[in-house]
């Protein structure tokens, strides 16, 4: 691949205010107030070397704020848009912080973008390296562009990535990535325009990925077989807003996808482990709902970052005919349900729970079907330092599920004191317990620092069996954040002690990698659920190599 051509090429593409007042107040002139990096009117911020970082930092244009504004404040006071706009801003990777007051301010300060990056990482025993750049916020425009190279002991990656929130000044969004790996060539382009607030009339979505992965399944954290996957996709959707009132919005979209996946063995393909291969191809209809009752917290996932959440109900169902007319291998019927609700318990208190299903039939047999769900509780104190107590409860169970699938349970899908891919079958349950603690200084003005104690355990089953011991560990970590990112993301140094043996003999593991232990959507379905076109639009380069 000719990167540095294409790199040419892409570059050249190159208590809430909102809430304060009373739904109608006439509006007023809007008025933006951008703030740099570093403000120099916050106490041990006006150094020389933070004015420095604010003077080469190429702050957001105003035309890109205010793309964000949603139509009704342009005409008058309307809280619902103000804290939906406040919403749509804060989700951009380079804006830090974002307030939409009724006098007409729409305030926002920018996060740094530029990202140099090399290190390495490990986790439950498997080590990785990575180095690059990525710039978030090209002259300010708000697209972005990364190169990165990513290796662990099995394979490489060399990429390159673009984006754009606002194609063409348009509302889509687009994707592209080119890569090239110790598998072959990957590129990927993703277009949608995607529903930004809950009156939005229409979105769209289409994408485009040829995927060349080595795929590795596992027993007792020891490989058993691999082999080469070719990847192909094409989906195309529309969808559109049906009648709906307040708080309560319902959504109908009809697409199509064309998807084509070739095994091949290699000299460390074990005996009948190679999938057939596959394709499928048919409609897909949909249907969803989403009742608002949108929460703001901080310091949940995130360190002192302001966090959406929404504790009304979310349910969306999709499905249809994979038809061989349309060049699916057999006729089957695929399906998918998902369905999420939130609690609150007080200030700083809630339950986030989600189930779903998804699989096929053909002939009446079922095929790649996983029935998963979780809860988690956020249980905020301020004694004697700020301190988020999280409990997360996972539970998977699976039937034939495609052979490159698997549920797997171990360091690096939340049983930290454990080898990587130490108990794999066809049920899971998971249950995680944290003490996050968070020391609310900026220190030195660019990172926060924060401490977590943890117990974890699990236990993992054959398909259709039973849950027998548990396998636990517990342990203590630091968490790192630089304050100048809008993501808020932590690095995580954890030490763990397995409390019962495993596979491998060592009880202790030190794990040091960005990001939580566990996915609050779930860790052990991670293999089963994941597509392999999900690399397209995984931020992280270290998640795209591991394939996480």
């Not at 249980?379 to 797997?408: A, C, M």
């Not at 939580?516 to 659920?529: D, M």
Request: overall charge neutral; charged content about 25%; proline content about 5%.
């Amino acid at each position: 691949m000719r990167a540095g051509a294409a790199a040419g090429l892409l570059l050249a593409l190159a208590a809430s205010p909102a809430a304060a007042a009373a739904d109608g107040t006439p509006g007023r002139p809007l008025a933006f107030e951008r703030r740099n990096v570093f403000d120099p009117s916050v106490p041990g911020e006006d150094w020389w070397l933070f004015r420095f970082a604010n003077r080469i930092h190429v702050m957001t244009r105003e035309s890109v704020v205010e793309r964000e504004v949603l139509p009704p404040l342009r005409e008058r006071w309307d809280p619902s848009a103000a804290i939906q706009t406040e919403r749509n801003l804060r989700a951009l990777p380079f804006i830090r912080r974002a307030e939409v007051w009724e006098s007409g301010i729409v305030r926002t300060q920018d996060s740094w973008t530029l990202q140099p990056q090399a290190g390495f990482g490990t986790e439950g025993g498997d080590r990785f390296i990575l180095y690059g750049i990525r710039e978030r916020n090209i002259l300010g425009t708000g697209k972005s562009v990364s190169l990165f190279h990513t290796e662990r002991p099995s394979e490489h990656r060399n990429e390159l990535r673009y984006g754009d929130p606002r194609l063409g000044g348009t509302r889509e969004r687009m994707t592209v990535q080119l890569a090239d790996t110790s598998r072959g060539d990957e590129i990927g382009l993703h277009l949608n325009r995607p529903f930004f607030a809950l009156d939005t009339a229409h979105a769209n979505d289409l994408l485009f990925a040829r995927i060349n992965q080595e795929e590795t399944l596992y027993q007792n954290a020891e490989e058993t077989t691999r082999f080469d996957q070719d990847f192909r996709t094409l989906h195309a959707a529309g969808a559109v807003r049906l009648p709906s009132w307040d708080g309560f919005v319902q959504r109908l979209s009809l697409g199509a996808r064309f998807e084509r996946s070739r095994f091949a063995a290699t000299s460390e393909t074990a005996p009948g482990s190679l999938p057939p291969d596959r394709n499928l191809s048919g409609p897909v209809l949909g249907y969803s709902w989403v009742q608002a009752r949108f929460l703001k917290e901080i310091n949940i996932d995130r360190m002192q970052r302001v966090e959406d959440f929404n504790l009304g109900n979310e349910l969306t169902l999709s499905g249809g005919p994979l038809l061989r007319s349309w060049g699916s291998d057999r006729d089957r019927f695929a399906f998918s349900a998902m369905d999420q609700q939130g609690l609150a318990l007080g200030p700083g208190r809630f339950v986030l729970a989600q189930a779903g299903l998804e699989g096929r039939t053909a002939g009446g047999s079922p095929e790649n079907v996983l029935f998963f769900a979780n809860c988690n509780l956020f249980w905020k104190t301020g004694w004697p330092l700020p301190q988020t107590w999280v409990s997360h409860l996972e539970y998977n169970t699976s039937r034939r599920l495609d052979r490159e699938r698997q549920l797997i349970l171990g360091g690096d899908t939340g049983l930290r004191g454990y080898r990587n891919n130490s108990f794999t079958g066809g049920r899971s349950l998971l249950l995680n317990f944290e003490d996050r603690v968070f020391w609310d200084r900026d220190l030195l003005h660019v990172i926060y620092l924060g401490g977590v104690l943890f117990l974890d355990t699990g236990s993992m089953a054959g398909e259709g069996g039973d849950f027998r011991r548990l396998k636990t560990d517990i342990g203590a970590g630091l968490r790192i954040s630089p304050s100048r990112s809008a993501a808020g993301g932590v690095l995580r140094l954890d030490v763990a002690y397995a409390l019962d043996r495993g596979p491998g003999g060592a009880r202790w593991v030190v794990t040091l990698l960005g990001g939580q232990a566990f996915s609050l959507t779930g860790s052990v379905n991670r293999k089963a659920l994941r597509r392999p076109d999900a690399v397209i639009e995984e931020e992280s380069a270290a998640s795209r190599l591991l394939r996480r």
